[in-house]
């Protein structure tokens, strides 16, 4: 296992994920008519996140799937093609899909109904979850990651 290569290229899907998650959200607001929409970063605790603002929308429900439905699906095919060429690649996608479509959930029941400090730590939460379960399951079963 190239736990050092896991080091360098997990953190870069996760950055690349976010990154596409929010796109996904300005592509759905742009789909519904908005005709801006803008990604910000911004600090939740010591934390740096992004988040699309778009004005304009239509269906809330749809814009707030959106990010992570449309990302998950997207990423899962690097997520393949990295399982048979590079595992540490396809096991770093894979995560950062699984998560992006699991959150995509959590998103559409939760944001804008709760105090939005609770749906952060919820977040942190969800995607440690997340990462830990994978991480747990993929030494289970899969023996350990090889280059």
């Not at 910000?40 to 934390?47: Q, T, V």
């Not at 998950?72 to 595992?87: D, F, M």
Request: proline share 2%.
């Amino acid at each position: 296992m190239s736990w050092l290569l896991l080091v360098y290229v997990f953190p870069l899907a996760w950055l690349l994920g976010f990154l596409l998650h929010e796109f996904c959200h300005c592509l759905e607001a742009m789909r519904q008519g908005s005709e801006q929409c803008s990604i910000k970063i911004w600090k939740f605790a010591a934390i740096p996140s992004f988040f699309a603002d778009a004005e304009q929308i239509k269906n809330e429900g749809l814009f707030k799937l959106a990010g992570g439905l449309y990302s998950g699906l997207l990423l899962l095919p690097l997520a393949v093609i990295g399982l048979c060429t590079c595992k540490v690649i396809g096991f770093s996608f894979l995560t950062v899909s699984i998560a992006n479509l699991v959150y995509s959930v959590y998103e559409y029941k939760l944001l804008w109904k709760i105090d939005f400090e609770l749906y952060m730590i919820g977040h942190y939460v969800l995607y440690g979850t997340v990462i830990a379960g994978l991480i747990i399951l993929w030494l289970l079963y899969g023996g350990g990651i090889s280059v």
